[in-house]
């Protein structure tokens, strides 16, 4: 394959192990900021007539983006055939409809901005709420890679006896997946959302459960306050000091801390966003859309 790929500074050991994996050499890229804050950008690598696998994981976004359109821009310069991104958290997903007015709709102005600069873009679990899939809202071919079998392998070699907790209804569908992989039982707790940092949450009978390890799985840990207030009611009923499962880190202030206060034995989280609590590496599931679309 003529590619080669580009990474963001602080996506450079991911695009480093997407490298080493899709056996595509990875190109220094140069950056840095000047001292009003705008962002020099320089490609010392040769690009033309090459596919470009740009990788930036885009959590805090709002300062990755600028960065992000200039390295693409860069590498069209330079006579790059085609340029893709491989961003394996997708930002700007939340507000997916208008809820009062005025109010701008951000998933789409995001995925219109990013449409105009790049040819095609992979991702892991992005937040689809009321999208029916990525294409409702990119204008470029896109492969979602799920992180499930990734989690139920960790859990299935890591967990003792695993029982499966899902932290409300719209996750049951996701949560029955991961556990049918792992071999494990699962159950789905009811949840109601009192604001950005507020939830609610109620634990069904769980007493069979008793001799089992909980394992508390969500795709977005951010405020993590769903997955804190679900681990201080399974333990307040009797069950064993959870497990934390989480797909994208984005942990928010104290929100790591907070988990460990409520009773969680571990947490644990994919390496699409780079955080302390990476330990199930899902770059190993990206590689084959890339090879895909980056031909």
């Known amino acids: 394959m003529n590619a080669i790929v580009l990474a963001l500074p602080e996506s450079e050991p991911l695009g480093r192990r997407v490298g080493d994996l899709a056996q595509i050499p990875l190109g220094v890229v140069e950056s840095r900021r000047f001292p009003d804050r705008e962002t020099y950008l320089r490609i010392d690598a040769q690009c033309e007539q090459k596919s470009i696998v740009l990788v930036c994981t885009l959590d805090r976004p709002d300062d990755k983006l600028l960065p992000l359109v200039f390295l693409a821009d860069a ?5 790059a055939s085609r340029v ?6 997708l930002a700007y997903m939340r507000q997916d409809r208008r809820f009062q007015r005025g109010e701008a709709v ?14 095609w873009l992979v991702t892991v679990d992005p937040h689809l709420h009321r999208y029916r899939s990525l294409t409702d809202i990119y204008a470029v071919p896109n492969r979602i890679v799920h992180a499930a079998p990734a989690l139920a392998a960790w859990i299935a070699t890591h967990v003792d006896r695993p029982v499966l907790v899902g932290p409300d209804e719209e996750s049951e569908q996701w ?20 604001g950005d940092r507020v939830v609610d949450v109620s634990v069904p009978d769980v007493g069979c459960h008793r001799t089992q390890t909980p394992v508390v799985v969500d795709d977005i840990v951010s405020s993590a306050q769903t997955m804190v207030e679900t681990v201080k009611n399974l333990v307040a009923v009797g069950l064993r000091a959870p497990v934390c499962v989480g797909v994208h880190a984005l942990f928010s202030e104290n929100a790591e801390q907070a988990l460990r206060d409520a009773g969680a034995a571990q947490i644990v989280t994919t390496t699409s966003v780079p955080h302390a609590t990476n330990a199930i ?6 590689i084959p859309a890339i090879h895909e679309l980056a031909s």
Do not use: H
Request: aromatic share 8%; no cysteine.
């Open 75 to 79: 590498a069209r310069a330079l006579g």
């Open 175 to 194: 949560v029955k997946d991961v556990a049918s992989r792992a071999g494990a039982p699962y159950v789905v707790l009811r949840k109601t959302r009192r």
């Open 84 to 89: 893709g991104l491989v961003a394996p958290y």
């Open 281 to 286: 590496d899902i770059v190993p599931l990206l």
């Open 106 to 119: 951000t998933s789409r102005i995001f995925a219109g901005l990013l449409s105009r600069y790049v040819d």
